[in-house]
């Protein structure tokens, strides 16, 4: 199983960005899939997941912003970024709780992660 994470670069304060995140190998399911981020020095945290029921989460410095979709059919995640802030830049990485086969437990896994900038 692979993720793999595009859209990160440049973004100026205001604008928009949209981040994607595809699964693909051997999947029978995937049940949630997320974004989290990490900025030098700082832990790596949750910026927003969603449940395959499109229950979503954001940590609450994005509620309003950001948001976070899927296309079941292309297993992939979105991550619509509006109206970032210079606080927002860090690497973005995904992560998706995957199944691969019927008779096996759900298990994570992470994309290798995309810069986001934010600045003017």
């Known amino acids: 199983v692979q993720l793999q994470a595009s859209g990160g670069g440049l973004v100026q304060p205001g604008g928009s960005l949209r981040l994607s995140c595809a699964a693909s190998?051997?999947?029978?399911?995937?049940?949630?899939m997320g974004w989290y981020r990490q900025a030098p020095g700082n832990q790596r945290d949750l910026v927003a997941r969603?449940?395959?029921?499109?229950?979503?989460v954001y940590r609450d410095s994005v509620k309003g912003r950001f948001t976070i979709s899927r296309d079941n059919a292309k297993n992939t995640v979105y991550l619509q970024m509006n109206s970032p802030k210079p606080e927002d830049t860090a690497v973005y990485y995904c992560?998706?709780?995957?199944?691969?086969?019927?008779?096996?437990?759900?298990?994570?896994?992470w994309g290798q992660g995309t810069q986001v900038t934010v600045s003017s």
């Open positions: 969603i449940i395959s029921g499109e229950t979503t």
């Open positions: 190998g051997s999947i029978f399911s995937i049940n949630e």
């Open positions: 992560k998706a709780q995957i199944r691969t086969r019927p008779t096996l437990v759900y298990n994570y896994y």
